[in-house]
């Protein structure tokens, strides 16, 4: 049990890759807070892991307000008793150029993207500090490491996070929270289907990009995400894992 009376809390984990790590981190024994504004699927989650025996609590959260991230990360530990995982996870993807993005969708990206994760950050450390230390695993992208001509806005926030995550992992070294981040390439999933994988012609194009010659499932992820939040990790902060089938070594 690689998480074993760990406790965390993923953002986004209603669906997807924040599926995939509430799942994986619960049958490492890691009781699971899994946050998200979709409720009917977080709701359906949370009873599929309680009713394979693992822990777990869904909480509704808006990562872009700070008075609900301060409520989640009160019932977590309200729950559980710490806090030792956060796993900013939630995150919107938009296919749109630069002319063509108004200042709202540019506004809407950011808060969600970036804000979220700077919010939950901010909610997080005073538990984690509480507990002896923990880990930040922030959600980046390759769109974070290199330009983004289909997603320059999604691109900008994904490089904000990049650079927060190793603004935390200095401030806080010392005190025991460790802060990565974690950047995926072309992954299935919700977020990803309606547009990078839309049809058989962006399939291939995204194949065309990946060395590996596959999607990325959302699996692939968790299992880094997984890695950095153990103590198999303890040595790693403000570090990036890139998990991209190589398209970032081109």
């Not at 406790?7 to 009781?31: H, Y």
Request: glycine fraction near 12%; include cysteine.
């Amino acid at each position: 049990m690689r998480l074993e009376n760990k406790v965390a809390l993923i953002s986004g984990g209603s669906r997807g890759q924040g599926a995939a790590e509430a799942r994986l981190f619960a049958g490492e024994g890691c009781k699971v807070v899994i946050a998200d504004v979709l409720e009917d699927e977080g709701r359906r989650l949370e009873a599929e892991i309680n009713e394979t025996g693992g822990e777990c609590v869904f909480v509704k959260l808006d990562v872009t307000s700070e008075d609900e991230w301060n409520a989640a990360i009160n019932t977590t530990v309200e729950r559980f008793g710490k806090l030792d995982i956060l796993v900013n996870n939630a995150g919107i993807y938009r296919q749109v150029g630069i002319e063509d993005t108004s200042e709202e969708l540019w506004d809407n990206i950011f808060d969600i993207n970036a804000k979220g994760v700077f919010l939950g950050t901010k909610a997080a450390i005073p538990e984690m500090r509480k507990a002896g230390g923990g880990s930040i695993i922030n959600i980046s992208s390759v769109a974070g490491l290199i330009g983004s001509w289909r997603a320059p806005a999604y691109g900008a926030t994904k490089g904000a996070v990049r650079l927060f995550t190793k603004s935390t992992a200095i401030q806080y070294a010392a005190e025991g929270i460790r802060c990565n981040s974690v950047h995926p390439g072309i992954i299935e999933t919700p977020m990803t289907t309606p547009t990078l994988l839309r049809d058989d012609a962006a399939r291939q194009a995204s194949l065309d990009r990946t060395p590996i010659g596959r999607v990325g499932q959302a699996e692939d992820v968790a299992y880094g995400v997984l890695f950095l939040a153990s103590d198999e990790s303890s040595f790693m902060t403000g570090s990036e894992l890139v998990i991209d089938g190589g398209l970032f070594a081109q």
